[in-house]
C-alpha cells in the first residue's frame, strides 16, 4: 500500500506489524517511484517497522528483497524455489490450466502441494502464505489443506473460464505492469502449448493488451519489450487495445522482433476488440486478457465469457 516513499513506514506506524511478508521488488508504479531502487527502498519500510520479537518472511529469489534481511531487528524466514531457505519448493510442474505442483520443504519435513491458481508466479506466493501459516502456529498438513482449496477469488485475476465450445479464456485485467504482463504470457504460452500424448498441434493463443499505467519515462522501452516477449513465446497473436505512443511501441516491438507482422493488430478500444476476436476465435483457442484497470479491458473478457 504505497504510491511513495514513507507511505508503508506511516502505516506500520499506525499499526505496528509482528509479522512482514515481502514477495518481490517490481516495477509496478514506476513512474512514481521514479527507479527500481526507489520502490525497493519504500518496501524495507515494512521490514524496518518488525521489532526484534517479529518475523519478517523474505522471497529469497529475488536479491533486492533478500537484501532486507539486514535492515530488520527481527528473525528472518527465507522463502525460495531453491534448496537452502528456510522454506523451499522442490521441482515445479504445471497442469494443463497452468496450476503449480511441487514438493514443499520445511526442514526436515516435507509435502506434496497442488495450487488452485494459476501460473508459475504462484510459487512464491505461496510460500510465503506457507511461511505465515506455520508462524502463527498451523500443521503442515494444514498448510497442504488450505493451499489447494485456496482459488482465484478477486475479479479480473488471473480468472481462468472455459467455453463450451473449447475457448479458454483468462481474465487479468484488474491491473498490468511489466513483472504481471511477462507472468500472464508465460502461462498463456503455456496453457496454448502442445500437450504430449494428446496427438493434438498447439492451440491458438491470443494476447489481448492494454496499456499499464504509471511507467513515467520507462513506458515506451516497457511497452515495447512486451510486444517482442510475446513474440520471443510464441503467442500466435497479439491484440493491441488503444492508441498513444506506448501501445505504438508494444505494436511495433512484436513486429520488429522477427518473424511477425500480421499477427499483431491495433484496434482502438475495447468494443474493436471484442468484433474482431468474436469474429476470428473457434474452438480450442486461448485468450489472456490483461491491462490496467483505468483501461477498462475487464468487461471485454466477461463478454467472450458470457459474464457480462
Given amino acids: 500500500s504505497a504510491r511513495h516513499p514513507g507511505n508503508i513506514a506511516a502505516l506500520a506506524a499506525i499499526a505496528p506489524p509482528s509479522i512482514a511478508v515481502v514477495l518481490n521488488v517490481g516495477t509496478a508504479h514506476l513512474g512514481e517511484f521514479g527507479s527500481r ?11 524496518q517497522a518488525v521489532g526484534a520479537s517479529g518475523v519478517v518472511i523474505l522471497n529469497a529469489d529475488d536479491t533486492a528483497v533478500a537484501a532486507m534481511a539486514t535492515a530488520t531487528a527481527a528473525r528472518v524466514v527465507r522463502v525460495s524455489r531453491s534448496p537452502g531457505a528456510d522454506l523451499w519448493a522442490g521441482p515445479v510442474t504445471l497442469d494443463g490450466l497452468a496450476r503449480p505442483r511441487f514438493t514443499l520443504h520445511t526442514g526436515t519435513d516435507q509435502a506434496e502441494v497442488a495450487l488452485a491458481v494459476h501460473g508459475e508466479h504462484q510459487v512464491s506466493n505461496a510460500m510465503c502464505a506457507a511461511a505465515v501459516a506455520l508462524e502463527c502456529g498451523a500443521t503442515l498438513p494444514q498448510v497442504v489443506d488450505a493451499l489447494a482449496a485456496a482459488g482465484p477469488v478477486s475479479r479480473h485475476r488471473m480468472q481462468v473460464a472455459t467455453r463450451a465450445d ?31 500424448g494428446a ?64 499477427e499483431s493488430t491495433m484496434v482502438a478500444d475495447a468494443d474493436a476488440a471484442l468484433a474482431l476476436l468474436q469474429d476470428e476465435l473457434r474452438p480450442g483457442d486461448v485468450v489472456l486478457v490483461k491491462a490496467s484497470n483505468s483501461v477498462g479491458l475487464g468487461a471485454l473478457a466477461e463478454a467472450l465469457t458470457g459474464e457480462a
Avoid at 531502487?37 to 521490514?47: G, H, N, S, V, W
Avoid at 481474465?171 to 504460452?189: F, Q, T
Avoid at 498441434?201 to 511507467?215: N, T
Fill in 199 to 262: 496427438g493434438a498441434d498447439k492451440r491458438r493463443s491470443w494476447a489481448v493488451r492494454g496499456q499499464m499505467a504509471e511507467l513515467g519515462d520507462d513506458a515506451i522501452t516497457e511497452h515495447d519489450a512486451i510486444g517482442r516477449f510475446a513474440v520471443r513465446l510464441d503467442v500466435s497473436r497479439l491484440l493491441v487495445v488503444g492508441s498513444g505512443r506506448a501501445m505504438n511501441a508494444m505494436h511495433h516491438g512484436a513486429v520488429m522482433e522477427g518473424s511477425w507482422g500480421s
Fill in 166 to 196: 473449447g475457448v479458454t479464456v483468462i481474465n487479468d485485467a484488474y491491473n498490468a505492469n511489466p513483472d504481471s504482463m511477462r507472468a500472464g504470457l508465460k502461462a498463456l504460452a503455456w496453457m496454448a502449448r502442445p500437450r504430449p
Fill in 37 to 47: 531502487e526507489a520502490i525497493a527502498r519504500t518496501k524495507a519500510e515494512l521490514p
